[in-house]
């Protein structure tokens, strides 16, 4: 036993460590990165380092402070139009995110009438609702909401939160109109929700307009009546950098 020990001890200390950007300790890149770890024993030790999301993992990979981070496409979007973003290499396709977009039914807006009188109310329910109003978002879903509002051309303002759990809190409280959080589905924080919330739709030209970044996707949450709810998704990477060293590159080919 004790020889067992020494041996794993030697390979553990000779394999080459793979530090991974991932989000939140609970979220599902953390989850995944422990099962990856469970899973992939040779070659490469993999070391987690947690983040608030996609943007600050972004960051530190191209800060040169991690080998490898989870990442959503649209984040890569986004952040090519300003920088150069070149050296970032896809190492594995994941899976599609969800946009989730809910509302209140309960938290309607106005519509028609002249100087604030008359006009009819009416529930958000689909994207183009939401223009002129606002939208909270935390981490990797507030870039996910500034590229939905830039693509669609919906001028609502994204309101950054530190979390899911404070952006949905200011909808409960009614001081935001919409969350926009991106997830597999079902996205656990959204599962637990029901009416008067509801999901916001992407149908029709908006969606057409998006369709250069995101894919389509349908949304069922039995709590809140929800079922095939049209939205889109982003897809989920796991990228890293153009590296050179041999021991890096074995680790991260020998990772894949």
């Known amino acids: 036993i004790l020889l ?3 041996l794993a001890f030697v390979g553990c200390a000779s394999a080459q460590q793979i530090a991974v950007a ?9 989850r995944m990165l422990g099962q990856m770890s469970a899973m992939c024993t040779d070659g490469a030790a993999l070391v987690e380092h947690n983040t608030t999301g996609s943007l600050e993992a972004l960051d530190r990979l191209l ?19 300003t920088e150069d973003v070149g050296a970032i290499k ?7 995110e969800a946009v989730h977009i809910i509302a209140r039914t309960d938290h309607p807006v ?16 689909e994207l183009p609702d939401l223009a002129g109003l606002k939208v909270a978002a935390a981490g990797g879903s507030a870039i996910t909401a500034q590229v939905i509002r830039l693509q669609s051309e919906v001028p609502f303002t994204v309101v950054p939160a530190e979390s899911n759990e404070q952006a949905l809190k200011l909808l409960a409280a009614k001081q935001v109109h919409a969350v926009i959080a991106v997830g597999g589905a079902p996205y656990p924080i959204v599962a637990g929700l029901a009416k008067p919330f509801n999901l916001v739709s992407i149908t029709g030209p908006t969606l057409e307009k998006l ?9 069922s949450y039995s709590k809140m009546g929800a079922s095939g709810v049209p939205t889109v998704a982003t897809d989920a990477l796991l990228v890293t950098r153009a590296y050179k060293t041999p021991k890096m ?6 990772l894949r």
């Not at 800060?63 to 139009?81: C, E, I, M, P, S």
């Not at 369709?211 to 949304?219: D, I, W």
């Open 249 to 254: 590159l074995d680790g991260l080919l020998g």
């Open 4 to 6: 067992a020990a020494v």
């Open 63 to 81: 800060g040169n402070t991690v080998n490898a981070a989870f990442v959503q496409t649209d984040v890569l979007h986004l952040r090519a139009k």
């Open 90 to 96: 896809t190492l594995l396709a994941l899976h599609p």
């Open 22 to 30: 991932t989000g939140g300790k609970s979220g599902t890149y953390s």
């Open 211 to 219: 369709k250069n970044v995101y894919r389509p996707a349908r949304l």
């Open 110 to 125: 106005k519509s028609g009438g002249v100087l604030g009188v008359g006009g009819k109310e009416r529930p958000v329910r």
